[in-house]
């Protein structure tokens, strides 16, 4: 009935042979357990005072904490412009990418040989094995593409009512609520489904301790939620400074959302004029403090949200097929690159429009020409320079200065043109290498290109 091949249990990896023995697994283990932020584990939630208190063997503590990865990955895409120019090992700041890989050779060695043992990490039964169109299309269908039918129409009720709670558990009223993430643009896959919440408030504007007052909110909203009849299917996240993250288990235990939820005023309203929205991009532009720029961009999330879907259905196929890439054929960060982060789901996004875009936007295309166009296009990512003009013109001053000193890889945000959306990673070496080797695979190596794609052959 389901279209999971094994039934594997989200929140630690082991496998079942039915759906039954997973549920079974899941209410015995993880039900009513909760996330203990020391050290990663799950533990119940009345003892999880003693729990704090106990001494942790240091091995278990590590495999636990790598299920939480993700979530701890997603907080940058919000939090950080400059993550390019961060050292992936120790995460000091550089003033240019350059100086941030010669720092990274001459003070961690990482060499070439390294830099392949960190990043290759094909998982078993990878995707890349399929040998043929027909056999990715159907990887695609039954492993990738998310529950349609009667699940899926589970799913929304389920995030809908979970939505009602998080309005009521949070301490101020709502004036405005808006959604995003890959949920709602259509790009969630099986394994990755993201699901952004912004909750506008006017108690926010015009406060001096804005920042103090939104953690105060946010820390309001978890304990309020984890009382809830919810609470035993949300597993928390570790405290971050301006958002609160959780994994949902949705329907039957089968499959869990990713949730982020933010705060703040509402500056631009539900219909601003294009007048505000350009004072918006100045002060965006004009802004020293990264958090509060954060912030205020927040109202431009619906844009965001719009450009990715309005494109059509089997971009977003491709784009699920890429996002599926990026979490399955890279190494896992380890203590020692544990700064590294790979591009952002809304970076790939961006990049797969942009390459349908090159084809001449082909309503129906190959999923194996699609593909191997955005590897190849990886591979050469210091060419990547890409700008739309939708929401900005030309001739816009802010948008002539940032792109005045603007550095490759370069998709600027279609909806903010402060952010270069390719920021967000410090691994584009590694991505082109894991991209060069993908391409090797028998599903590519024989192939060539196709009309409409025949422009990848000067790649
Ligand atoms: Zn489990
Ligand atoms: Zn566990
Ligand atoms: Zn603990
Ligand atoms: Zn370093
Ligand atoms: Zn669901």
Redesign the pocket.
């Known amino acids: 009935m389901w279209a999971l091949k094994c039934y594997k249990c989200e929140c630690c990896g082991r496998d079942f042979v039915s759906c039954k023995a997973l549920r079974y697994h899941l209410r015995q283990k993880h039900f009513g357990k909760v996330h203990?932020?020391?050290?990663?584990?799950e533990?119940l939630r009345e003892r999880?005072h003693d729990?704090?208190e106990?001494v942790?063997e240091r091995a278990t503590?590590e495999t636990h904490k790598l299920s939480w990865e993700n979530l701890e990955e997603r907080n940058i895409r919000h939090m950080a412009t400059e993550i390019s120019k961060t050292c992936r090992m120790c995460s000091r700041r550089f003033g240019t990418v350059l100086s941030r890989e010669n720092h990274e050779i001459q003070e961690h060695s990482f060499t070439v040989s390294k830099r392949a043992q960190m990043s290759i990490g094909f998982s078993p039964h990878n995707m890349l094995e399929c040998q043929s169109p027909q056999e990715l299309q159907r990887f695609a269908d039954e492993n990738i593409r998310p529950a349609s039918g009667l699940l899926s129409a589970a799913c929304v009720a389920e995030i809908g009512a979970l939505l009602m709670r998080i309005q009521a558990c949070f301490p101020v009223p709502a004036t405005r609520v808006i959604q995003g993430g890959s949920y709602v643009k259509g790009t969630d896959t099986q394994g990755c489904s993201e699901i952004d919440i912004v909750l506008f408030s006017d108690v926010f504007a015009n406060v001096n301790h804005c920042k103090k007052q939104l953690r105060e909110g946010l820390d309001a909203l978890r304990e309020n939620l984890k009382q809830t009849s919810h609470g035993n299917r949300i597993l928390m996240g570790k405290r971050a400074p301006l958002s609160l993250r959780f994994n949902f288990i949705c329907t039957e235990g089968l499959h869990r959302h990713s949730f982020e939820i933010m705060a703040y005023c509402d500056v631009l309203g539900p219909a601003p004029s294009t007048g505000l929205k350009l004072h918006l991009y100045r002060k965006l532009y004009l802004c020293d403090d990264r958090d509060m720029a954060q912030l205020c961009a927040l109202a431009l999330l619906p844009y965001q949200v719009d450009f990715v879907k309005a494109s059509v259905a089997r971009v977003k196929e491709l784009t699920r097929l890429m996002i599926h890439w990026f979490k399955t054929s890279f190494a896992r960060s380890t203590e020692e690159n544990k700064f590294r982060r790979l591009p952002s789901s809304y970076t790939v996004e961006l990049l797969t429009i942009h390459i349908w875009e090159l084809a001449g936007k082909p309503l129906l295309f190959s999923l194996v020409q699609g593909m191997r166009a955005v590897l190849k296009l990886l591979v050469r990512y210091a060419e990547i320079d890409v700008v739309w003009h939708r929401h900005y013109h030309p001739k816009f001053p802010i948008f002539v200065k940032v792109n005045q000193k603007h550095t490759r890889p370069f998709i600027l945000d279609p909806a903010n043109p402060t952010v270069n959306v390719c920021d967000t990673c410090n691994a584009w070496d590694e991505v082109a290498l894991v991209a060069r080797h993908s391409l090797l695979k028998p599903l590519f190596s024989r192939v060539r290109a196709e009309p409409p794609w025949l422009f990848t052959d000067d790649w």
């Open positions: 203990c932020e020391e050290c990663g584990h533990v999880l729990h704090s106990s942790q503590m």
